[in-house]
């Protein structure tokens, strides 16, 4: 899945995108209007970054050669279990490795929609905290956010301008519970 962002010039939708679609617009942005903050938000986090303006590109791009095995991307930890966990695992099929990551990737699949659940709502707060902390009803917002009231939570942002409304219930939009979160207007 390809990482995407979004940009926010002031209160205004700025550009949304890959990297490069971003990095292209804020520097434009930051060329043509230097009175306006630009912000930028990985999607997926809700958390401000700084976006690397774009580069020129490179005219040396000469490739190396690797031997050896590929990298398969393991990383090695300390895990503390008692006896008796080693000693079962230590039976099983592949050996304690093989068991571990089989595990992990049972618990990980039984538990994803509670866990994406609350990374939505954290990238949601991260989001309103930088753009919308000044907002009428952001506390409320909030208060509504993590306590999954859907409806509620369009009713405090109602308010708040078109794109920084937008934004948000585009992020909070799977964190209630099998409702889709309606993107009121302001009246």
Known sequence: MQQSFTAFCGSQLLSSGNAEAVSTAVAAAQVSNSTEMVLVFDDQSGEQIDMPLPKPPRVDQRRTVRTGRP???VVGREVTLLPRH???LG???GGASV???KLVEAASKTNKSSAQIREKREATYRFMTTMGGNLPQYEEAIRALFAGKGDRFSECVAGWPDAIREY???LAVDTFEK???AAKRRS
Do not use: E
């Open 99 to 101: 068991a571990l990551r």
């Open 91 to 93: 039976r099983q099929p």
């Open 168 to 170: 948000t219930l585009k």
């Open 86 to 88: 080693w000693d079962w």
């Open 71 to 73: 990298r398969l991307g």
């Open 179 to 181: 409702k889709k979160v």
